[in-house]
């Protein structure tokens, strides 16, 4: 089974795996096609992770995050006469990227078919395919604006000086010969040689910083997922750079203490326990996540249950906890006492990552599974185009801390641990996941796009499954809520909530703001008790899960 946001990545991979591939066969074929025809996501000019689970039951997660190039400094983005949308815009907001190293990373420890069988699909697609309506609603106006300011990206992506049409050909010459030089050499195609000297002439041409040097160094990072229980489950998930599965067991070991699955689902008391959990979470996770090879971070207690429940001891069952009121955790539970409560005790939070992240779950015929997410950041990168290359390159900059302590753009405050530093990895929100059953043997394989908000939409689909007994497709299609310590409202979905349930939530001292949509494109497959799997993409995008 593959899901994906895209019809022909899914095919793509399903393809692989009719082959005789295995689930990272599938994995990296569909990551290649989604370079292609999911453009403001999928990418070779960006990064991800990437969690592994062999049909034997051995587990690997592969940080492939981008890092800071060496001429990156903390100030680069502040100070007089800097542009303030340099870190999201243009040359200067580009990381080394670290997506093809990954995927030939693991190919090279998990791979079965030949190289060249997993990127030709990508070739072929790069020389023509048929535009669908996926593809042309990720052209809203202020994107259209933004990519013609760079002409090679204009070139590639508004053909004749326009948003192409469903049913028009949309053809990426450069691109494919890209493609052809990473299918012949491996890594080595994009990171050394005539791609990568393409890539740093951009970079000089525009004022950016990447260099050949950066892009021979890149090296991804083998870590071991973090691992926790949650009711009779064991869930796996990311650890840092990626923030994702320190914060989803945070949230899990807090919960445990309520029998949620007897609440109503979204009644006012079962929306109060996630969302302060969250809160609690979100805080903690802000203040000490960053790259965990520049910054030392209390894994073993962030992650214990025992930490969990005395986060937990601060919930009140009726009444909202304000989140001035909700610092960073850790100090106080080792130290027996109450951590400094000024304005610098919480000074980072979620990462940027757009809704254009994008996710890939895939389980194989003998049972081996990879659950995959990459992004450029936010739409669209960095909107740069790499010159004779046609990689559109990230923004992934724009993730570190510009600005210690204040507010971004999206009202989230960011701190000290995550400031740019040369070869640094920015902290990430991506959150690929799986949860096992009681008896050890894989149940679910999940993960989304949408920033900030990824960690929440991944426990709220593994909580309706678990909690609730949702089937996969009720719990990925549920309306969903979001909390991420700050700003302090409780977001959520048209329909979320009955107005009653939002009545009573107020009445507790929670503030409510519905937006259209909350971001997020889920694509999951679950393994049922007799051995089928179902497989679901987000109705919010219109992606696609198929099986075999």
């Known amino acids: ?41 999928g990418n070779l000019g960006g990064s991800g992770f990437m969690l592994i689970r062999g049909a034997d039951g051995t587990t690997a997660a592969l940080d492939f995050r981008s890092v800071a190039p060496a001429a990156a400094t903390p100030d680069m983005f ?8 340099a870190s999201e815009v ?16 693991a190919h090279l420890r998990f791979g079965s078919l030949d190289w060249e069988r997993l990127v030709a699909p990508a070739v072929d697609l790069a020389r023509g395919f048929v535009v669908e309506d996926r593809l042309v609603r990720s052209y809203p106006p202020h994107i259209v604006t933004a990519l013609g300011r760079f002409t090679a990206c204009a070139e590639v992506f508004l053909p004749a000086g326009a948003v192409p049409c469903v049913g028009d050909t949309l053809r990426q010459t450069d691109l494919a010969r890209t493609l052809e030089r990473i299918r012949d050499r491996g ?21 950016g910083i990447l260099t050949l040097e950066d892009l021979a160094r890149y090296t991804c990072e083998w870590r071991e997922p973090v691992r926790f229980r949650y009711r009779d489950h064991t869930v796996l998930s990311m650890p840092p750079s990626s923030s994702g599965g320190v914060t989803l067991a945070a949230m899990g070991h ?19 326990l996630l969302v302060e959990a969250c809160r609690r979470a979100y805080a903690d996770r802000n203040h000490y996540l960053a790259d965990p090879d520049h910054v030392a971070i209390p894994m073993d207690t962030l992650t214990a249950a025992d930490y969990g429940a005395w986060r937990a001891e601060t919930i009140r069952p009726g009444t909202a906890t304000p989140s001035i009121d909700v610092g960073p955790g850790v100090e106080e539970f080792l130290a027996g006492m109450r951590a400094p409560e000024d304005a610098d005790a919480v000074v980072s939070a979620p990462p940027r990552e757009g809704s254009h992240t994008t996710h890939v779950s895939i389980v194989d015929a003998e049972g081996g599974a990879v659950s995959l997410t990459t992004t450029l950041n936010t739409w669209y990168g960095s909107k740069v185009v790499a010159e004779g290359t ?36 920015m902290l990430s929100a991506m959150t690929p996941t799986m949860v096992l059953g009681a008896d050890g043997r894989l149940s679910l394989v999940v993960g989304t796009p949408g920033g900030a908000t990824i960690m929440t939409t991944v426990f709220q689909v593994v909580s309706n499954v678990l909690d609730h007994g949702m089937t996969l497709a009720e719990a990925v299609a549920a309306p969903r809520v979001h909390h991420q310590h700050l700003p302090d409202l409780i977001q959520l979905e048209p329909g979320a909530l009955p107005p009653e349930v939002a009545d009573a939530l107020r009445a507790m001292g929670h503030e409510l703001m519905e937006r259209p949509e909350l971001p997020g494109d889920v694509q999951a497959v679950r393994v049922c008790r007799d051995g089928t799997l179902e ?4 109705p919010r995008r219109g992606g696609v899960a198929e099986g075999l």
């Open 535 to 538: 497989g679901t993409a987000d």
């Open 1 to 41: 089974m593959v899901a994906s946001t895209d019809r022909y990545a899914t095919r793509v991979g399903v393809d692989v795996l009719e082959a005789g591939g295995n689930a990272v066969d599938a994995s990296v074929a569909v990551a290649f096609a989604l370079a292609v025809v999911n453009p403001e996501a």
């Open 254 to 272: 807090m919960l445990a203490r309520w029998d949620v699955g007897a609440l109503p689902w979204h009644g006012h008391e079962h929306v109060h």
């Open 90 to 105: 243009g040359h200067l907001a580009v990381a080394v990227p670290g997506s093809v190293r990954g995927l030939w990373d």
């Open 390 to 425: 046609g990689v559109l390159l990230n923004n992934e900059m724009d993730d570190f801390t510009a600005r210690p302590g204040a507010p971004n753009h999206f009202g989230l405050v960011q701190g000290q641990a995550n400031r740019v530093a040369p070869g640094k990895r």
């Open 78 to 85: 502040t100070g007089p006469g800097r542009d303030p949308l």
């Open 187 to 207: 890594a080595d195609g994009f990171y050394r040689g005539e791609t990568a000297d393409l890539l740093v002439e951009e970079m000089r041409r525009g004022g």
